[in-house]
Structure formats: structure tokens, C-alpha cells
């Protein structure tokens, strides 16, 4: 079969390469691609890949072969997928308990928009404990987690204030529910019940310092690739006891099928809306993927198999 491998070069991150068609194991179901979208983390593990690394989280397309086991999606169903890798091939073997069906009013497009940024978004504000009526401050918000939280935390109650330095995203976030849109964070009033922060270096800091006593700040990235310095005496003067703490998405007590069928019935229903910021063929997936980087791409980018 087809599939894209890194090539360790930022001009082109990857090429097409043949290899072998994978052998699901018996708790994995085969599925033939239809679309797969990329994140921008992604791009960074593109730069130093490593031996026989194959990329590709988040995928939607078609059970053609079931689980041995019994397990999960049965006969040629309709599916979202979050592998932990392999994903942007015409196939590519998912464990039962990383995929659900996909209702045929969700589209392959969204489907493959869904994973990665939407299990993050939903575990995220779980760990942030119940938001309603809450001020909950959310930095690097321009990206699909961004878009995610900012529409859930609104429907659920929270009084959202999200940062972006991109005017066209805040108006789009402002949509969703956000009662306010700052450019920097530095311009956020405070003080904050909740503080999600994915940006790091100077940012964190800043958002610290308007956590509200005892609150909490929830510190899952670091999209500036900077470095975070903290001073003790800092949390004194305003955020005092308050609660740092790391998240990383794939540490949760729920199962990622349930999470990714919670999704799903959220977008079915109405309640979520992915957004999708360039379709194309996967044959320009390189492309896709440093204008990504850059930051050329607003909203999720899917690339199709069909």
C-alpha cells in the first residue's frame, strides 16, 4: 500500500513510500482511509523522526476487516480512528477501543477532525472540575483544542476568555462563546477560576499571575517551544495556593472509544461544530503540513484519500 513516511527534511517533511499492508492484531480492526487530518504537533516530531517512524493520529474511514477478538465495529461501518501511529496510509490497523462509528449525518471530514484536538479539549475541561459559572482563561486558543474548549467550556456555563493574536480567530471563538477576546495575554484582566495554558515561555507566567487564590492552572503545552521560569514569591501576590498542574490528553480514566463516541454525538447533535480550515488531496500533504507549521492554516486540515 501507500503511505507517507518523514523524511527528516523541513522542505519536505515526507514522501510517498510502498510498504506492507498492516496485519491487524487481534484487538485491532483494518480500516481503509478515507481522510486523516493533521496537528500541528505533529509537525514537530517531523523534524527529528525517528527509525521506521510512521505519522498519523486521526483518522476516518471504513472497517474492512473486524477485530479477531469481536471487539469493537463489526462489517464495513463507517468509523473515526485515533491511532497512536501509522494513520496516513490507505490503511492502517486501530485498536477496538480507539475507534467509534461515525452516523452517516457526520461527514469522513469532520470525523477525521475530531480526535486528537477534541479528546483533548473534553479530557481537559474534566480536569478542570465543573466550569459552570466559572472565569476560565484559555491561552494559544487560535487551534483546533482552542476551538474545542472554547465551545464546550461556553455551552457548559463558563465565562471563557480566550487568547489569540489572530483578529479573524477571536471573531470566530467570540461565535463559539467566548465572552472575551484578548490579543495578549498580558491584556487579560482576571482574576481567573481556571487557567488552560498551552503556550509556555513568557505566557505562562503571565497567566499565572492572574489565577485567582486557590485556583487552578492546568498546563498542557508548549507551543512556544520556550522554556517556563517561575518565581515562588510571585504566587503571593495574587494567586496564592493555588495548584499547577501538568496534563497530558492520554492519561484519563475514561476510554478513548467512549470519549471518541461522546464526540461524535456532540457533533451530530449540533453541539460541536469541527472546523475545517483546507481540504485537499493527500498528495499534498507535504505542503499541508509546513504551511501548518507556519501557522498558514486556520481551523483543521484534512487530507483525502478519495
Not at 105 to 115: E, H, K, N, R, T
Not at 122 to 148: C, D, E, I, K, Q
Not at 217 to 245: C, K, M
Not at 252 to 271: F, K
Given at each position: 500500500?501507500?503511505?507517507?513516511?518523514?523524511?527528516?527534511?523541513?522542505?519536505?517533511?515526507?514522501?510517498?513510500?510502498?510498504?506492507?499492508?498492516?496485519?491487524?492484531?487481534?484487538?485491532?480492526?483494518?480500516?481503509?482511509?478515507?481522510?486523516?487530518?493533521?496537528?500541528?504537533?505533529?509537525t514537530f516530531k517531523l523534524?527529528?523522526?525517528?527509525?521506521?517512524?510512521?505519522?498519523?493520529?486521526?483518522?476516518?474511514?471504513?472497517?474492512?476487516?473486524?477485530?479477531?477478538?469481536?471487539?469493537?465495529?463489526?462489517?464495513?461501518?463507517?468509523?473515526?480512528?485515533?491511532?497512536?501511529?501509522?494513520?496516513?496510509?490507505?490503511?492502517?490497523?486501530?485498536?477496538?477501543?480507539?475507534?467509534?462509528?461515525?452516523?452517516?449525518?457526520?461527514?469522513?471530514?469532520?470525523?477525521?477532525?475530531?480526535?486528537?484536538?477534541?479528546?483533548?479539549?473534553?479530557?481537559?475541561?474534566?480536569?478542570?472540575?465543573?466550569?459552570?459559572?466559572?472565569?476560565?482563561?484559555?491561552?494559544?486558543?487560535?487551534?483546533?483544542?482552542?476551538h474545542y474548549v472554547t465551545?464546550?467550556?461556553?455551552?457548559?456555563?463558563?465565562?471563557?476568555?480566550?487568547?489569540?493574536?489572530?483578529?479573524?480567530?477571536?471573531?470566530?471563538?467570540?461565535?463559539?462563546?467566548?465572552?472575551?477576546?484578548?490579543?495578549?495575554?498580558?491584556?487579560?484582566?482576571?482574576?481567573?477560576?481556571?487557567?488552560?495554558?498551552?503556550?509556555?515561555?513568557?505566557?505562562?507566567?503571565?497567566?499565572?499571575?492572574?489565577?485567582?487564590?486557590?485556583?487552578?492552572?492546568?498546563?498542557?503545552?508548549?507551543?512556544?517551544?520556550?522554556?517556563?521560569?517561575?518565581?515562588?514569591?510571585?504566587?503571593?501576590?495574587?494567586?496564592?495556593?493555588?495548584?499547577?498542574?501538568?496534563?497530558?490528553?492520554?492519561?484519563?480514566?475514561?476510554?478513548?472509544?467512549?470519549?471518541?463516541?461522546?464526540?461524535?454525538?456532540?457533533?451530530?447533535?449540533?453541539?460541536?461544530?469541527?472546523?475545517?480550515?483546507?481540504?485537499?488531496?493527500?498528495?499534498?500533504?507535504?505542503?499541508?503540513?509546513?504551511?501548518?507549521?507556519?501557522?498558514?492554516?486556520?481551523?483543521?486540515?484534512?487530507?483525502?484519500?478519495?
Amino acid at each position: 500500500m501507500k503511505a507517507l513516511i518523514p523524511t527528516g527534511d523541513p522542505a519536505e517533511p515526507v514522501v510517498f513510500a510502498d510498504v506492507p499492508e498492516p496485519t491487524p492484531r487481534p484487538d485491532e480492526a483494518l480500516v481503509k482511509v478515507e481522510a486523516f487530518s493533521v496537528n500541528r504537533g505533529e509537525t514537530f516530531k517531523l523534524e527529528k523522526p525517528g527509525p521506521g517512524e510512521r505519522p498519523g493520529k486521526d483518522v476516518a474511514g471504513l472497517v474492512v476487516q473486524p477485530a479477531a477478538d469481536g471487539s469493537g465495529p463489526s462489517g464495513i461501518t463507517r468509523v473515526v480512528g485515533h491511532p497512536m501511529t501509522g494513520g496516513w496510509a490507505e490503511y492502517v490497523a486501530v485498536p477496538t477501543d480507539a475507534l467509534a462509528a461515525l452516523p452517516d449525518a457526520v461527514s469522513m471530514l469532520q470525523g477525521a477532525a475530531l480526535p486528537l484536538a477534541g479528546l483533548t479539549a473534553l479530557r481537559l475541561l474534566r480536569a478542570a472540575g465543573p466550569v459552570p459559572g466559572r472565569r476560565v482563561l484559555l491561552t494559544g486558543a487560535s487551534g483546533g483544542v482552542g476551538h474545542y474548549v472554547t465551545e464546550l467550556a461556553a455551552a457548559a456555563g463558563a465565562q471563557v476568555t480566550a487568547v489569540t493574536r489572530d483578529a479573524e480567530r477571536g471573531a470566530r471563538l467570540a461565535g463559539l462563546g467566548a465572552a472575551e477576546i484578548v490579543h495578549d495575554v498580558a491584556d487579560a484582566r482576571g482574576p481567573y477560576d481556571v487557567v488552560l495554558e498551552s503556550t509556555g515561555g513568557r505566557a505562562l507566567p503571565l497567566a499565572l499571575a492572574r489565577l485567582a487564590r486557590r485556583g487552578t492552572l492546568i498546563w498542557f503545552g508548549q507551543a512556544s517551544r520556550t522554556p517556563v521560569t517561575l518565581d515562588f514569591f510571585d504566587f503571593f501576590s495574587g494567586p496564592e495556593s493555588a495548584v499547577i498542574r501538568h496534563f497530558h490528553y492520554l492519561d484519563a480514566d475514561s476510554r478513548l472509544d467512549d470519549d471518541l463516541a461522546a464526540l461524535v454525538r456532540l457533533t451530530d447533535e449540533g453541539r460541536l461544530h469541527p472546523e475545517i480550515g483546507r481540504v485537499t488531496d493527500w498528495a499534498d500533504t507535504a505542503t499541508t503540513l509546513t504551511d501548518l507549521r507556519d501557522r498558514r492554516i486556520r481551523g483543521k486540515a484534512v487530507l483525502t484519500l478519495s
